[in-house]
């Protein structure tokens, strides 16, 4: 059945935002500085055109297909995306019931306002990832890590496109904050303490303590390079940002850490050489992605990011992109570019402002129905026979 009022994932993102006040319609839709790299994340898609093929029997259609062991019945997930009980009291718990119910796997914010136990329990195993922000005092992130593999959580997707936040203007003039009585809900007793550390990225505690005399006697605060780790309550705009994460030192801690219950994936790679790296390094997957336009802006769309990265992955392992997508024609073009699996952020935050659970439930059904009227009516039975053959690019963009 059909909800009349909404047809579209552009009707979603109308009655969203009828539903928000200011503060979090500005933090959930914004990107960085000008916006234009989230913008052309849409618009990338226009530049790709269907050829579609005919005559074909297409009265068996299988749009699924399978992820961390399960059945998923489209290549899309739900991205992580911080703080849901903005959009709806009833927050990533009722994102989650969305997903077990539409049979798509969810990734979950470590910056959540629900519990990773509570979205875990009562999904009797229904596959769920957890979106890892590394902080500075690891031990906090080792719990949380724990945590997860206790409650079953197939793979951790450590973000890697935040060394320092990216300048949203609107969640600065709004002073944004999580209003009273929600919680960042996977720290609420946890706070950090490296007080008086000065750390430095990626170097030794030698070469720290000799830069920190350095600069108290010659260049003091503005030296860019020394740096205090965050203290305090653990909050989305102190912590998530970590600017000393390194392949060398932090993947192979990583995976240690997650071994043997939980995939280690890594989330924001958006070139060849980073992939090379990904594969040399032993991640499990990438993730293609500029965060939804909110880090760097001028980066590449991810759709334009993602053939140079396919190729450099020779198949050895999965690449899933996300940012843009707002129809099942953009997960259609996106697997035929190469892409085994797609990630769904802002639409699925209109979801939940516009009917909580039912309305996420909304959005994935839309998507799914129109991936799957894109597959019948161009020519293709199953994920694996969407190549690049179904695609052309053309000059002009433009919906
Ligand atoms: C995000 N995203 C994100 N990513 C992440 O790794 N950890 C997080 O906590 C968040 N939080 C977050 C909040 C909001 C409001 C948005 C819009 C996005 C990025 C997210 O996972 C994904 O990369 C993008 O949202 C994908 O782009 P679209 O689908 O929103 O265009």
Known sequence: PH??????????????ELRMVKQTRDYYN????????????????????????????????????SIWGARNSVPIGVAPTAMQCLAHPDGEV????????????????????????????????HPLVLQLYLFEEREHSRKLIQRAKKAGYKAVFLTVDTPMLGRRNMEIRNQFEL????????????????????????????????EEKKSTSTKGYYDRKIRQAPTGPITFHTHAPNPTLSWERDIGWLKEQCSPEMEVWVKGIATAEDTYLAVRHGVDGIVVSNHGGRQLNGALAT?????????AA????????????????????????????????????????????????????LLSDEFRLCMGLAGTVKVEDITKEYLVKIDKSGF
Request: glycine share 10%.
């Open 3 to 16: 909800d009349l009022n909404c047809l579209t994932i552009a009707e979603l993102a109308k009655h969203a």
């Open 30 to 65: 914004e990107g960085a500085d000008s916006g234009s790299t989230l913008l052309e994340n849409s618009t990338a898609y226009s530049k790709y055109r269907i050829r579609p093929r005919v005559l074909r029997d297409m009265s068996l259609i299988d749009t699924s297909v």
């Open 94 to 125: 009722a994102t989650a019931k969305a997903c077990k119910e539409a049979g798509v796997t969810m990734g979950l914010s470590s910056f959540a306002t629900s519990t990773l136990e509570d979205v875990a329990s009562g999904l009797n195993g």
């Open 179 to 210: 209003p009273k009585p929600y919680k960042i809900a996977n720290f609420v007793d946890d706070s950090t303490s490296s007080a008086s550390e000065m750390v430095m990225g990626g170097s030794t505690p030698e070469s720290v303590q000799g």
């Open 303 to 311: 759709l334009d990011a993602l053939p140079e990265i396919v190729e």
């Open 314 to 365: 020779k198949g050895r392992i999965p690449v899933h992109v996300d940012g843009g997508i707002r129809h099942g024609t953009d997960v259609f073009k996106a697997v035929a570019l190469g892409a085994d699996f797609v990630w769904i952020g802002r639409p699925v935050l209109w979801g939940l402002a516009y009917k909580g659970q039912e309305g996420v439930e909304l959005c994935l059904r």
